[in-house]
């Protein structure tokens, strides 16, 4: 690997070159200055298989610069960051933004062949050939209870009917670790899935993906929750990462349900989603925690992933004493869907783990989906949704 490395004081430096001794089939070559004093020279930074930077996570300047670097500048590069003085906050902000590793200062051998370790295994997964080029769309919560786990199994649901047809494979993921009910809601078993991925992440290749799958009648594919509550940090951000990767070369389309609780994975997973889908009520609390959504989403630079907000469990008789334009107003943006409310109906299909359609045929609630898959796949492509006949999905096993 040629390795680039910006350091910002001769110590740093020195220190870098007396820990690459010995590491074979690695070329480091190390420049004092600041990251932003060596930007003009893109020839440098071009010929890197690898990005050593050394970043003050407290300079706004520098932390902005870092993010133009991994979403814009150098996308493909793997990059690991370095820093005299950084607390277990910065760290987790830098692995938000995407990088590679971080390597505290002093720079010693053991922590630089951990990092150049971990962006070989990064390198690899890069390297695996795809067959598709299939689209990730991400169902967001903006509260507890806002149904977002429901729309993205009806939804999946939905969408894979319409493609059995075709064989083109449609995929659900939950990743809630913790509280996810995606197999419950499909009434498929859920003693396999992501947790039998997390245990050998490093052999995780299409047979063991589809191995750890479940199948329902309607086509759908679900990569379900594990089944005991684990802890969030059980999975990492790289580990997930391939796996996404692999998925999306796989399926043609796949939807993430994604957990309440943001994790350096589940900024990783939103930064991989072609689309995000933000699920919230007409309630004050679900406006205003969408909207810290949207500014979180924002401020830890994923603003360019496309986001459309679904306002679920809708009554028009609602707006007697919530009125949609300040709902819209207090969210800062308007709403995308409206997905009706209709209780009995969701709920018998969630609790037979069937398909809308299933409990009741053309229902406002599977209408409503069915636009914002439309519009949903249109904004990912740019055309249209081409209709298919409508299947009747599979009973209760």
């Known amino acids: 690997m040629n390795v680039v490395a910006i350091l910002r004081s001769d110590e740093a ?71 005299p003085e950084a607390s277990l906050q910065d760290v987790r902000q830098f692995m938000h933004l995407g990088v590679v590793d971080f390597v505290p200062q002093p720079i010693t051998q053991a922590d630089l062949k951990t990092a150049l370790e971990q962006v070989g295994r990064t390198r690899k997964s890069k390297d695996e050939p795809s067959v598709q080029d299939g689209h990730i769309i991400s169902f967001l919560k903006a509260g507890g209870g ?24 449609v995929c659900l993921v939950d990743l809630d670790l913790q509280f996810g009910t995606n197999a419950l809601y499909l009434d498929l078993d859920n ?27 309607s086509g759908l ?28 070369s796989a399926y043609g389309t796949t939807f993430l349900d994604l957990p309440s609780a943001w994790t350096p994975w589940s900024y990783a997973a939103v930064r991989h989603s072609d689309l995000i889908i933000l699920v919230t009520q007409l309630t004050v609390a679900g406006v205003r925690q969408g909207r810290r959504q949207i500014e979180t989403l924002q401020s830890h630079g994923l603003g360019d992933v496309p986001i459309k907000v679904a306002l679920n469990r809708f009554e028009k008789g609602w707006g007697k004493s919530v009125d949609i334009k300040d709902a819209e107003k207090a969210m800062g943006r308007k709403f995308d869907y409206f997905i009706a409310n209709d209780y009995s109906t969701v709920t018998d299909a969630l609790n037979q783990g069937v398909a809308l359609s299933v409990i009741k045929k053309k229902s406002k609630v599977e209408q409503n989906l069915q636009k914002m898959i439309d519009d949903a796949i249109k904004t990912i492509t740019g055309e249209e949704a081409r209709p298919e006949p409508r299947l009747l999905l599979g009973s209760r096993r």
Not at 146 to 165: D, E, I, P
Not at 192 to 216: K, N, Q, Y
Not at 229 to 242: F, G, N, P
């Open 146 to 169: 806002a149904g977002a786990s429901t729309l993205a199994v009806q939804s999946a649901c939905l969408l894979a009917s319409r493609k059995k047809a075709e064989k083109s494979n």
């Open 191 to 217: 003693r396999v899935g992501i947790a039998d991925l997390l245990e050998a992440p490093d052999r995780i290749d299409r047979e063991l993906l589809s191995s750890v799958m479940g199948h329902h009648a």
């Open 13 to 83: 430096g020195q220190a870098m070159n007396a820990a690459c001794t010995d590491i074979n089939g690695t070329e480091v070559s190390t420049h004092v200055g600041r990251l932003l004093d060596v930007q003009g020279d893109v020839s440098l930074l071009k010929s890197a298989d690898v990005l050593i930077l050394d970043v003050d996570p407290r300079s706004e300047e520098e932390m902005t610069h870092l993010r133009k670097v991994l979403q814009h500048e150098f996308p493909g590069v793997p990059i690991v960051v370095t820093a």
């Open 221 to 248: 594919e679900l990569l379900a929750a594990p089944r005991d509550v684990v802890a969030l940090e059980t999975l990492h951000a790289m580990d997930l990462e391939r796996c996404l990767k692999l998925i999306r």
